[in-house]
């Protein structure tokens, strides 16, 4: 069985609460067990990190000791799978440049707040985390990030909609799902959930889903390869 650790905390505007209950049903569903904690010290155990295929992390705005920054990112390296959504995630830790480097991503803005309706664009590939799933449009907070140019793009969303300092520039396709690797662990992300009821959209909870089995399924991968970087430098992005 698969072990997944959720840890939830941060500002309470997210639900970060009610989106880690949401997160734990759907991981318990796919036969995973799964510890939920309101603490960061639950990163605090490197080798118990370690001994995990999924951390899932649902804080927003909070400062971190550097040590559990460190812990969890030697957890993904090893193969540990890293997935999260929305400021529970590429909101978590604003001055901590390595968590932004591991994550893929820092949220910096979402022109017009909540409620802004919009279309999040599928980008069709090889990738499975989207197949079959459809363009949809969406009316909640529109994130605009800064984003590592290393992540996979799975879905985007035109900026701008709404007015503001940024309108002149030229009409830009962000980043809304993406995933990239961390040494030989897979990190996934979505922009999408503010609260827990923008979770409950169906689409939005089967990219999700699926994201958590992908990150998951990297540790056991990387096993069979081998952990050391001479053993992934070389591989193909489809054997990882």
Same mark, same amino acid.
């Given at each position: 069985?698969?072990?997944?650790? @959720?840890?939830?905390?941060?500002? $309470?505007? !997210?639900?970060?609460?009610?989106?880690?209950?949401?997160?734990?049903?759907?991981?318990?569903?796919?036969?995973?067990?799964?510890?939920?904690?309101?603490?960061?010290?639950?990163?605090? +155990?490197?080798?118990?990190?370690?001994? *995990?295929?999924? @951390?899932?992390?649902?804080?927003?705005?909070?400062?971190?000791?550097?040590?559990?920054? +460190?812990?969890?990112?030697?957890?993904?390296?090893?193969?540990?799978? *890293?997935?999260?959504? =929305?400021?529970?995630?590429? $909101?978590?830790?604003?001055?901590?440049?390595?968590?932004?480097?591991?994550?893929?991503?820092?949220?910096?803005? !979402?022109?017009?707040? $909540?409620?802004?309706?919009?279309?999040?664009?599928?980008?069709?590939?090889?990738?499975?985390?989207?197949?079959? @799933?459809?363009?949809?449009?969406?009316?909640?907070?529109?994130?605009?990030? !800064?984003? $590592?140019?290393?992540?996979?793009? *799975?879905?985007?969303?035109?900026?701008?909609?709404?007015?503001?300092? =940024?309108?002149?520039?030229?009409?830009?396709?962000?980043?809304?799902?993406?995933?990239?690797?961390?040494?030989?662990?897979?990190?996934?992300? &979505?922009?999408?959930? !503010?609260?827990?009821? @923008?979770?409950?959209?169906?689409?939005?909870?089967? *990219?999700?889903?699926?994201?958590?089995?992908?990150?998951?399924?990297?540790?056991?991968?990387?096993?069979?390869?081998?952990?050391?970087?001479?053993?992934?430098?070389?591989?193909? +992005? &489809?054997?990882?």
């Amino acid at each position: 069985m698969k072990k997944a650790l @959720i840890v939830w905390g941060g500002w $309470d505007g !997210h639900q970060p609460k009610e989106v880690a209950e949401i997160f734990r049903e759907l991981l318990e569903n796919e036969d995973f067990e799964v510890e939920v904690s309101d603490t960061l010290e639950a990163f605090s +155990d490197a080798e118990k990190l370690k001994g *995990l295929d999924l @951390i899932v992390p649902v804080w927003t705005m909070a400062r971190i000791d550097q040590k559990l920054v +460190d812990n969890v990112s030697a957890a993904v390296q090893s193969g540990v799978g *890293l997935a999260g959504c =929305h400021g529970g995630m590429c $909101d978590a830790f604003r001055e901590n440049v390595d968590w932004q480097f591991m994550t893929g991503g820092q949220w910096v803005a !979402h022109p017009g707040n $909540d409620g802004v309706e919009y279309k999040v664009n599928i980008s069709y590939s090889s990738s499975p985390l989207t197949e079959g @799933i459809e363009d949809f449009t969406v009316s909640t907070e529109q994130y605009y990030l !800064h984003v $590592d140019p290393a992540v996979e793009v *799975l879905a985007t969303t035109r900026f701008p909609l709404t007015p503001g300092p =940024h309108s002149l520039n030229k009409a830009v396709d962000m980043p809304v799902v993406w995933t990239k690797r961390w040494g030989v662990g897979r990190v996934y992300y &979505n922009s999408l959930g !503010h609260q827990a009821n @923008i979770i409950e959209i169906p689409a939005v909870k089967e *990219l999700m889903r699926r994201g958590f089995l992908w990150s998951a399924e990297g540790k056991a991968l990387a096993a069979a390869a081998g952990t050391g970087a001479a053993a992934y430098s070389g591989m193909a +992005d &489809n054997q990882l």
